[in-house]
């Protein structure tokens, strides 16, 4: 399985509602990451965690909340967004090892869209 | 600070066209550059890195990089572009602590 998964792919909310989005990879990688995206820009990285620890948090909001259960999964539970947090959200992961150990698999995204 | 500038911005061509998208890095370690593919919808796939040895890398679809060190640069070629190339096109380069540093991306259309 060479593929990152990610649930849901469409999301709507309320500014008031508690959701989660959910990535998974069975690749073995050992590093995954969220991202958020705005229509025709570049990824912004959110966090990463490595070895199922977070490593980096980039001043992000705490109405984003990531979790790493274990090492295939990757949660961000969301919770009193604002509209300007709509957007596609994407996970990805990456070896942590060999030759490409640095190379990032993303998934399909959750698109979101905050009311 | 690692940074990745892609010079275009938007792109138009007409199918059969050759194309170069530039892109140059500032980044002091070891390099590991990629070419990512964003269809109209779609989500972000990988068209071609360069991790060592050959610098010039050849990836899906017909496209290809060369890696030139002494320029920092890691231009995107493909020599007869298709409608289908349509998409937005991001330049990457690894920075610390596994972390992607991307370009502002070019959007290519291609004119049928």
């Known amino acids: 399985d060479t593929e990152v998964t990610q649930t849901p792919k469409h999301l709507v909310m309320g500014m008031t509602n508690k959701k989660s989005l959910k990535c998974e990879q069975h690749?073995?990688?050992?590093?995954m990451y969220w991202y958020k995206q705005k229509a025709k820009k570049p990824p912004e990285l959110m966090f990463v965690?490595?070895?199922?620890?977070?490593?980096i948090n980039e001043s992000v909001p705490s109405r984003f909340s990531p979790e790493c259960p274990n090492s295939s999964l990757l949660n961000l539970h969301l919770h009193a967004l604002q509209p300007e947090d709509s957007a596609l959200y994407l996970c990805?992961?990456?070896?942590?090892?060999?030759?490409?150990?640095?190379?990032?698999?993303f998934g399909p995204g959750t698109r979101l869209t905050v009311l | 600070a690692q940074s990745v500038s892609q010079h275009n911005h938007h792109v138009i061509l007409s199918e059969a066209a050759s194309l170069e998208l530039g892109c140059n890095y500032s980044?002091?370690?070891?390099?590991?550059l990629f070419w990512y593919v964003q269809y109209p919808g779609q989500h972000l796939q990988l068209l071609l890195k360069?991790?060592?040895?050959?610098?010039l890398v050849k990836g899906i679809k017909g496209f290809e990089a060369e890696f030139i060190k002494s320029k920092f640069s890691f231009n995107l070629r493909k020599p007869s572009v298709q409608w289908s190339d349509t998409a937005e096109y991001f330049c990457?380069?690894?920075?610390?602590?596994?972390?992607?540093?991307f370009g502002q991306g070019t959007e290519l259309s291609v004119k049928p």
């Open positions: 990805a992961s990456s070896p942590l090892g060999g030759v490409s150990y640095n190379e990032q698999f």
């Open positions: 690749m073995g990688h050992r590093a």
């Open positions: 965690y490595s070895y199922e620890k977070l490593s």
């Open positions: 990457a380069v690894n920075a610390e602590g596994g972390k992607l540093i």
């Open positions: 980044y002091g370690g070891t390099v590991n």
């Open positions: 360069y991790f060592s040895g050959d610098p």
